[in-house]
């Protein structure tokens, strides 16, 4: 992967992301749990990125969501949902993921960071701090495996210990 180049995701034409998207998760990826989460949610430019290979053709992409953890008493706490990471199929284990992982986490603004949020395999998120010790008391609107729940927060504290996650419509 030496040869990769990261460039944001908004200079990608979205019909290219979403043949990716595609051939990486089936077309059916549409009734997944994580596309209720952030319904009607445009993805976040700033944390959202593609690469390319040395020959310039697009082979991955991340994108970032703004959602919110609303918790018993009805206050929304904003998150960021990372995901989804995307590898076309014949370049996966190949880095490209953690390229992108990496370039979407380094972008957050470490002034004001927000809690990120995703559905994955918390063995090999974990790398980046994403663990499940905290989104127990948690729900999505669909099913989801309890253990692929995870959350990346500097001060765990703050993190409600019960509520439902969905959208961020502000």
């Not at 019909?15 to 998207?21: D, P, T």
């Not at 051939?23 to 009607?40: D, I, L, N, S």
């Not at 990496?102 to 004001?112: C, N």
């Not at 729940?149 to 210990?161: F, K, M, S, T």
Request: net charge negative.
């Amino acid at each position: 992967m030496s040869a990769a180049n990261l460039i944001p995701l908004d200079a990608v034409d979205p019909a290219l992301v979403e043949a990716l998207l595609d051939r990486a998760f089936e077309p059916e990826r549409h009734q997944r749990t994580a596309y209720k989460v952030r319904a009607g949610t445009e993805w976040l430019p700033g944390l959202s990125f593609a690469a390319l290979d040395r020959d310039e053709m697009l082979v991955g992409t991340i994108q970032c969501w703004p959602v919110a953890l609303t918790d018993p008493a009805g206050r929304a706490h904003p998150m960021i949902m990372v995901g989804p990471v995307a590898v076309l199929p014949e370049h996966q284990s190949q880095g490209y993921g953690k390229a992108l992982m990496t370039a979407s986490l380094a972008a957050l603004d470490p002034r004001a960071p927000l809690p990120q949020v995703m559905i994955g395999d918390p063995e090999y998120y974990g790398r980046w701090g994403f663990a499940n010790a905290g989104t127990q008391g948690w729900s999505l609107p669909g099913p989801y495996v309890k253990h692929r729940l995870l959350v990346r927060c500097d001060n765990p504290a703050v993190l409600p210990p019960e509520g439902t996650l969905g959208p961020w419509l502000r």
